[in-house]
């Protein structure tokens, strides 16, 4: 499994209630597809430093992850569906992690190097070899 | 007397600052620390003047794009109309 986070910027006239439907919502498209959520954290409202879809403001969540690159993918198909989400940054933290090793919500990122090269030695799956693009950039 | 005509600099170079202190992460999410690297109009400042390393200075510029496109940062402050 790979290791990525992303921030995304939510709407900053939602309600509480909809900042906590669109946690619920983006956590359960990671673990749906096996995914791990590691932590989700809302980073609260913040002006944006140019205006996007007419706003000047926004609520900053960063989520750190596990999974293969399809969740990636579901999730950043989800969030341009998603009137809510201004704009979504993915970057990939680690290539092999083993998921035992990162606890749910809770992320240590110290640890987290050392592990990495254990789980190398262990599993080294085929489709985890190759993947030379760091990040996934879309509007 | 030859007046000098090309002004001497000064001879001080600087240190690259994240080499100097290896406690001070780069990263994306902090604007803080990113905005000290660009200009008042939001360009990058060159490695010449800013004095950080080639490996620091290519980091720096990935961190700058990258806030950027999360909006933490602006592409230039002139607001198009």
Known sequence: MRRYETLFIVTPDSSEEELKAVADKFQGVVTGMNGKVASYDEQGKKSLAYNVKKQSKGYYVLMDYLGQAEVVAELERNMRLDDRILKYLTVKLADQVDPATVEAAKPKPKKEAEKTEVAEEEAQSPEDQESEEEETEED | MVAYRRR???????VCRFCADSNVKIDYKDPKLLKYFITERGKIIPRRISGNCARHQREITMAIKRARHIA????????PH
């Open chain 2, 72 to 79: 933490l940062m602006p592409y230039t402050t002139i607001q």
């Open chain 2, 8 to 14: 001497r600099s000064f001879p001080r170079r600087k």
